[in-house]
């Protein structure tokens, strides 16, 4: 059961572009929901993550929009850069009794063109 | 400090060989998981671990065993190596069970790329 998710697979964007990747999540008890950027050959690392308390939250460049009725949120990268070119994974968990488990999405790999 | 340390980086295994994978953290972290990663796909949670001689299964845990006698190591043992576990393994730990704010976010290794032929 994929509860977390991720669109789209793949994305190109022009430098400067706002690519928008979008996440979908099943289970209400999901409070916790953290944007992880992964390079080839590295480790996932912590972008940016947001609590439905809130409907936006903006770090740098990186904003997430969060639509706690519809049961989605998204990232979305300014003024998009070549060195952005990355795969993005959403991510959620409950806050508590879930031990902060991530149950991750499929993931996006973005390119964005010089 | 370094952080979460995973060996070896590559490795390549024939059917029904075992291995270990190694995982250690230095930040004193209490919870610790294992993921695997299949192309074109999410993380996948095989194992965690809440503290010292505690662990638990995950969402895709066969084939697979761990142990953690002590807080800063968490290995991942495959018993009987199959073509099914060719995959990108992760190790991760964080501080804490309930994540308020990014600061409570999951530090990951830098992976263990394994082959099984």
């Known amino acids: 059961q994929q509860q977390v998710k991720q669109s789209p697979q793949s994305l190109i964007v022009q430098k400067g572009g706002i690519p928008i990747i979008n996440c979908a999540y099943e289970n209400t008890a999901f409070d916790y929901f953290p944007w992880y950027q992964q390079f080839p050959g590295k480790g996932p690392a912590l972008l940016i993550a947001i609590r439905p308390d809130v409907s936006e939250k903006k770090e740098g460049r990186f904003t997430i929009s969060f639509n706690k009725s519809a049961k989605q949120f998204s990232l979305h990268i300014m003024d998009s850069q070549p060195g952005d070119s990355a795969t993005y994974f959403c991510a959620a968990s409950p806050r508590t009794g879930g031990y902060n488990k991530l149950i991750f999405g499929a993931g996006t790999r973005l390119a964005v063109h010089p | 400090n370094a952080g979460v340390t995973q060996t070896p980086k590559f490795r390549i295994l024939k059917i029904g060989q075992s291995m270990t994978l190694q995982c250690t953290q230095d930040?004193?972290?209490?919870?610790m998981y294992w993921y695997r990663q299949d192309p074109g796909m999410g993380l996948k949670l095989i194992y965690y671990?809440?503290?010292?001689?505690?662990?638990d299964k995950g969402e895709v845990p066969n084939g697979y065993n761990v142990s953690r006698s002590t807080t800063e190591d968490f290995p991942l043992r495959l018993e009987l190596a199959a073509p099914s576990q060719t995959s990108v393994y992760f190790c991760?730990?964080?501080?804490?069970?309930?994540?308020?704010?990014?600061?409570?976010?999951?530090?990951f290794g830098p992976g263990t790329r394994l082959t099984v032929l």
């Open positions: 991760a730990s964080t501080e804490t069970g309930i994540p308020q704010d990014a600061t409570d976010t999951q530090y």
């Open positions: 930040m004193n972290h209490n919870y």
């Open positions: 671990s809440v503290g010292a001689g505690i662990t």
